[in-house]
């Protein structure tokens, strides 16, 4: 069964950080896109601003497809 409402729901509800590995060209349509389901675009360099963001997907997906 589908759940894209269920999930589009828990999305503007908690309002995860998306991280984005974009090139140069693309960044500002993925974080206008992304805040357009009610997420928070992420387009960071640091790699410790990636680790916690995969911390926080794994957990997220953990929720959902589990």
């Not at 999930?7 to 992304?34: F, M, S, W």
Request: hydrophobic share 45%; proline share 6%; net charge neutral.
């Amino acid at each position: 069964m589908w759940r894209g409402f269920e999930i589009l729901t828990a999305i503007r509800r908690e309002k995860p950080p998306i991280h984005h590995v974009t090139n140069y060209v693309t960044p500002g349509d993925c974080a206008n896109i992304t805040m357009s389901i009610g997420a928070l675009p992420v387009m960071a360099h640091a790699l410790e601003e990636h680790h916690r963001g995969l911390l926080y997907t794994f957990e997220l997906n953990k929720a959902f497809f589990v």
